[in-house]
């Protein structure tokens, strides 16, 4: 790239920094994950220089012949990931994905019964400090004190609450769903129902997960997390509600689309689609299932009493560190989590009592079974040890060690 680095040093510098970090580090942030070269290679191309409002053979300028190969391409494969009947490749990401949904399919003032963020939840689904919130009326159901989600409180407060929607999805639950009760209890009351898959969608594609797309009215997704493309949303829905979907992404809430990114979605699509990538996802589910034994063992508080998916979420206020402390400690270690909320959470956000991990990217790298032992190892070293930064150093350099052996991106230089 040196086009970059001779006009703009700077960012070049910054870019080779980054590079480096992600390099040397293990990436255990449950929604992040390393594309590949021919993903990156479609999201730097000339793609980014066209304008396409509409959609394919409906466009509002010239010139999108090439552009519309690109976006059906990215449907038709992502369609047959999933099983679906109508697919929308254009939201810019998963947050303006789901407004587009609720924007859609609902008037202002309607109910929506999401999962409480807490308990696993997102922001998107109608957290008090989101613009969304004011729109629409959430109402939040919760997990059992087992960790499981509670259909029977669920199918209480969708009797109480008559609500215009049921959302399943969340960013911090790692167990199954059960799909088939969730659009039970949506019947029963006459709810509409949506799933956001934004964590999940790539074990789900893999046909490791259950998948709600046959059953469900809609279901959303990023692009970037399990599913291994670039940064992005997409709508997946049943025929009957193509149109306001369509139609509330664009001209209700976007205008021109990113054809670049849904250049490298086409691109991440047809690596899912490769028996690889189902060998993949089941790596990512065993090394989850390595790291709840390890961590477990060594006295750690997992929720939901473990993990069906890729991601853990961990108590540590037991082991004498909140929620911050534990992130950073483990950052000074080379070991980059994120501090997080367990369900009903006594602590503030700022500073919760968990931390959540994730396997997704270190499972793109390579690492197996034997690397995961080794990793439980060094997370319960640098939280025992969170004050003592000579420790976290010295595991720091472990970690480069191993990281050295599993190679990221050889050939790219900023
Ligand atoms: C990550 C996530 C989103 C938001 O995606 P962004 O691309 O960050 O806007 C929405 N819903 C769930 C469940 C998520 O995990």
Same mark, same amino acid.
């Given at each position: 790239?040196?086009? $970059?680095? !001779?006009?703009?040093?700077?960012?070049?510098?910054?870019?080779?920094?980054?590079?480096?970090?992600?390099?040397?580090?293990?990436?255990?942030?449950?929604?992040?994950?390393?594309?590949?070269?021919?993903?990156?290679?479609?999201?730097?191309?000339?793609?980014?220089? /066209?304008?396409?409002?509409?959609?394919?053979?409906?466009?509002?300028?010239?010139?999108?012949?090439?552009?519309?190969?690109?976006?059906?391409?990215?449907?038709?494969?992502?369609?047959?990931?999933?099983?679906?009947? +109508?697919?929308?490749?254009?939201?810019?990401?998963?947050?303006?994905?789901?407004?587009?949904?609720?924007?859609?399919?609902?008037?202002?003032?309607?109910?929506?019964?999401?999962?409480?963020?807490?308990?696993?939840?997102?922001?998107?689904?109608?957290?008090?400090?989101?613009?969304?919130?004011?729109?629409?009326?959430?109402?939040?159901?919760?997990?059992?004190?087992?960790?499981?989600?509670?259909?029977?409180?669920? +199918?209480?407060?969708? @009797?109480?609450? /008559?609500?215009?929607?049921?959302?399943?999805?969340?960013?911090?639950?790692?167990?199954? %769903?059960?799909?088939?009760?969730?659009?039970?209890?949506?019947?029963?009351?006459?709810? %509409?129902?949506?799933?956001?898959?934004?964590? &999940?969608?790539?074990?789900?594609?893999?046909?490791?997960?259950?998948?709600?797309?046959?059953?469900?009215?809609?279901?959303?997704?990023?692009?970037?997390?399990?599913?291994?493309?670039?940064?992005?949303?997409? %709508? @997946?829905?049943?025929?009957?509600?193509?149109?306001?979907?369509?139609?509330?992404?664009?001209?209700?809430?976007?205008?021109?689309?990113?054809?670049?990114?849904?250049? !490298? /979605?086409?691109?991440?699509?047809?690596?899912? #689609?490769?028996?690889?990538?189902?060998?993949?996802?089941?790596?990512?589910?065993?090394?989850?299932?390595? #790291?709840?034994?390890? #961590? !477990?063992?060594?006295?750690?508080? #997992?929720?939901?009493?473990?993990?069906?998916?890729?991601?853990? $979420?961990?108590?540590?206020?037991?082991?004498?560190?909140?929620?911050?402390?534990?992130?950073?400690?483990?950052?000074?270690?080379? &070991?980059?989590?994120?501090?997080?909320? %367990?369900?009903?959470?006594?602590?503030?956000?700022?500073?919760?009592?968990?931390?959540?991990?994730?396997?997704?990217?270190?499972?793109?790298?390579?690492?197996?079974?034997?690397?995961?032992?080794?990793?439980?190892?060094? &997370?319960?070293?640098?939280?025992?040890? !969170?004050?003592?930064?000579?420790?976290?150093?010295?595991?720091?350099?472990?970690? /480069?060690?191993?990281?050295?052996?599993?190679?990221?991106?050889?050939?790219?230089?900023?």
């Amino acid at each position: 790239m040196t086009n $970059l680095s !001779a006009f703009d040093p700077a960012t070049a510098a910054s870019l080779a920094r980054e590079l480096t970090r992600q390099r040397e580090g293990l990436e255990m942030i449950p929604s992040e994950n390393f594309v590949s070269e021919a993903v990156l290679e479609a999201l730097g191309s000339i793609a980014t220089n /066209k304008y396409s409002e509409g959609y394919p053979g409906k466009r509002y300028y010239g010139g999108c012949e090439f552009i519309d190969e690109i976006e059906s391409l990215a449907i038709a494969r992502a369609k047959q990931l999933f099983g679906a009947e +109508h697919i929308n490749v254009q939201p810019l990401s998963g947050a303006p994905a789901n407004v587009a949904v609720y924007s859609a399919l609902l008037s202002p003032g309607d109910k929506i019964l999401g999962m409480d963020l807490s308990h696993g939840g997102h922001l998107t689904h109608g957290h008090p400090v989101t613009y969304m919130a004011k729109i629409y009326d959430f109402i939040r159901y919760k997990t059992t004190t087992d960790g499981r989600i509670d259909y029977d409180n669920l +199918h209480a407060m969708a @009797i109480e609450h /008559k609500p215009k929607m049921i959302l399943a999805g969340y960013s911090a639950y790692s167990r199954e %769903i059960e799909y088939e009760k969730v659009k039970a209890i949506a019947d029963e009351v006459g709810a %509409i129902t949506m799933a956001d898959i934004a964590h &999940i969608a790539g074990l789900i594609a893999a046909g490791e997960m259950h998948n709600p797309v046959p059953l469900f009215d809609v279901v959303t997704t990023t692009t970037h997390k399990t599913l291994r493309g670039p940064r992005g949303g997409m %709508i @997946i829905c049943k025929e009957i509600h193509k149109k306001a979907i369509d139609k509330a992404v664009f001209p209700g809430l976007q205008g021109g689309p990113h054809e670049n990114v849904i250049a !490298a /979605k086409a691109v991440a699509f047809k690596e899912a #689609l490769e028996p690889s990538f189902k060998e993949y996802a089941k790596q990512i589910k065993a090394n989850a299932k390595i #790291l709840e034994k390890e #961590l !477990a063992s060594r006295g750690y508080r #997992l929720m939901f009493g473990g993990t069906d998916n890729h991601l853990l $979420l961990i108590d540590v206020t037991p082991k004498g560190v909140t929620g911050a402390q534990a992130e950073k400690a483990l950052d000074l270690a080379g &070991i980059t989590v994120n501090k997080n909320m %367990i369900p009903d959470d006594p602590r503030s956000p700022m500073d919760p009592s968990g931390i959540r991990l994730g396997t997704p990217a270190i499972t793109t790298r390579g690492m197996e079974e034997e690397e995961m032992k080794k990793i439980a190892g060094w &997370i319960d070293e640098a939280i025992m040890n !969170a004050s003592d930064a000579t420790k976290l150093r010295q595991i720091r350099e472990e970690v /480069k060690g191993m990281t050295g052996r599993f190679p990221l991106y050889p050939n790219l230089m900023y």
